[in-house]
């Protein structure tokens, strides 16, 4: 059989944390939509009353045990994942999965408030003007230092890695292309390893008609590809009718980088996959 990107969706939440499909209704939408390689991604717990009722608990074990019973079920048919989206506030470990993704929502500042980068005009601005002295690109900077920061902790899958641009339509907030945030962008793709990591062009954005193209910037990815780095298509879907969402779009993206393959990620690892 051939695979396709759409053969792969790894990115994926369920009710057990922000979601609104159960574990099954996911698996199955995946299955009907073609998938061969799905993964649950839920998210890892972090000790903010924000994210309460929102990730998973600290003890784990539940639903390790419900994704490897699925896996199980769909034996044959489906390879079933069992991963982590793992974020840099966590206080838990991100080992013991088959893969993590390593994502920033929240930057932590020196007045130990943590502002989170996708919650809304109110968070960004708090953020800018508690903590940042009214400077937009200051809030960016920050996010992409905790970017950085994850992405020394090579994790198997780098999470929409420019999310901090979630609200920035019309350059709203701050200037996409001012040099500041550019080099801020940059040195927190650098801080990847292209070897241990890959980065995903993400359209959850999209599904959630916040945005009209994936994450991340264009500019980034061409450098990954400079970096010899690889990337993988997923959807960040929180419901069982985005599990492929905008692949045809992600894809386009990975090829105006000039990338001619993504990668698929099996129960044996990442593989290439033409574009
Ligand atoms: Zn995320
Ligand atoms: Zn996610």
Redesign the pocket.
Request: net charge negative; glycine share 18%; aromatic share 0%.
């Given at each position: 059989m051939n695979l396709t990107p759409a053969c792969c969706s790894v990115?994926t939440?369920t009710v057990l944390c922000d979601g609104k499909g159960t574990l099954r209704e996911m698996a199955d939408a995946a299955a009907r939509a073609g998938v061969r390689y799905f993964g649950i991604?839920c998210?890892s717990h972090t000790p903010l009353a924000l994210d309460a009722g929102y990730v998973l608990p600290a003890d784990m074990t539940a639903y390790r045990r419900a994704v490897l019973a699925l896996r199980q079920e769909y034996a044959g048919r489906m390879e079933v994942l069992l991963g982590l989206?793992w974020d840099s506030q966590s206080d838990v470990s991100p080992e013991g999965f088959d893969y993590w993704?390593g994502?920033v929502h929240y930057q932590k500042r020196e007045n130990g408030r943590c502002y989170a980068a996708d919650w809304g005009e109110e968070a960004f601005a708090a953020c800018r003007d508690e903590a940042c002295g009214g400077d937009p690109l200051a809030v960016a900077e920050g996010y992409f230092r905790e970017v950085a920061r994850v992405a020394g902790k090579k994790p198997d899958i780098l999470?929409?890695m420019d999310l901090i641009t979630k609200l920035n339509g019309g350059n709203r907030f701050f200037d996409e292309s001012a040099p500041r945030y550019r080099k801020a962008a940059l040195e927190a793709l650098h801080a990847a390893d292209p070897q241990a990591t890959v980065l995903e062009i993400n359209t959850?954005g999209m599904a959630r008609g916040y945005r009209n193209v994936p994450y991340p910037a264009l500019f980034l990815l061409r450098e990954w590809r400079e970096m010899g780095g690889r990337v993988i298509l997923t959807s960040?879907s929180h419901s069982p009718d985005t599990i492929l969402y905008a692949y045809d779009r992600a894809a386009d993206l990975a090829k105006a980088a000039g990338f001619d393959r993504t990668c698929l990620l099996t129960r044996g690892g990442f593989v290439d996959c033409p574009l």
């Open positions: 990115h939440h991604s998210h989206e993704i994502s999470g929409h959850g960040d």
